[in-house]
């Protein structure tokens, strides 16, 4: 149950697109197609953007958007703004009924 | 409009017991399988238990396993953990979160606020 593997920060200027990596093995992401995102702001609980790799929730903005690659899953955020400024997570199904997070990536809007 | 509400946290001494409780409403609680999420403090999110929608399986992560116990009472809409034997690496606000519904789904689609537990002579 190693966490999966994400850069620790990322930036963009508003307007900009940026794309989040989530790195994990065969036995995670590679394995399964449910990788899932959440975006947290300080002080806040996460909320969930992205599922089954790529689906988006209702009400969430079609600025995100999810993919995958062999054992990589990457988050892209498109016309960047002031508000996306926060933490993200990834996580994915890891096989009898455990669950692995990413360390998380801080996103900071310049 | 679905409402997680965490409650139990604090502060105990290593080797002791705490349990957190999670009150449901807006859904069919006993519908959903339901997890337990902790973040120690300045640190990631860290996946710590599911039960199943009756309560008859659980599953924990390695750090917690023969330590903290899930449950529910699905008349009274509330999700618990019961944990043991703490540990300082045990400090962490604890969050329930909801799995999305289905199957297939592996997504924590609501979350509660949290509760912090603070483990410390």
């Known amino acids: 149950q190693s966490a999966l593997t994400q850069p620790a920060s990322v930036s963009g200027s508003p307007g900009q697109s940026i794309t989040i990596s989530c790195t994990g093995t065969s036995s995670d992401v590679g394995g399964y197609n449910y990788v899932s995102w959440y975006q947290q702001h300080p002080g806040k609980a996460p909320k969930l953007m992205i599922y089954?790799?790529?689906k988006r929730p209702s009400g969430v903005s079609n600025r995100f958007s999810g993919s995958k690659s062999g054992n990589t899953a990457s988050l892209t955020i498109s016309g960047l703004q002031a508000e996306d400024e926060a933490d993200y997570y990834c996580c994915s199904y890891a096989g009898s009924s455990t669950w692995v997070f990413g360390g998380g990536t801080k996103l900071t809007v310049l | 409009e679905v409402q997680l509400v965490e409650s139990g946290g604090g502060l105990v001494q290593p080797g002791g017991s705490l349990r957190l409780s999670c009150a449901a409403s807006?859904?069919?609680?006993?519908?959903?399988?339901m997890h337990w999420v902790r973040q120690a403090p300045g640190k990631g999110l860290v996946w710590v238990s599911r039960?199943?929608?009756?309560?008859?399986?659980?599953s924990y992560a390695d750090s917690v396993k023969g330590r903290f116990t899930i449950s529910r009472d699905n008349a009274k809409n509330t999700l618990y953990l019961q944990m043991n034997s703490l540990r300082a690496e045990d400090t962490a606000v604890y969050y329930c979160a909801r799995k999305g519904m289905g199957k297939d789904a592996h997504q924590f689609d609501y979350w509660g606020q949290g509760t912090l537990v603070t483990v410390s002579s």
């Open positions: 039960i199943n929608s009756d309560g008859s399986s659980t």
């Open positions: 089954d790799v790529s």
């Open positions: 807006g859904f069919t609680f006993s519908s959903y399988w």
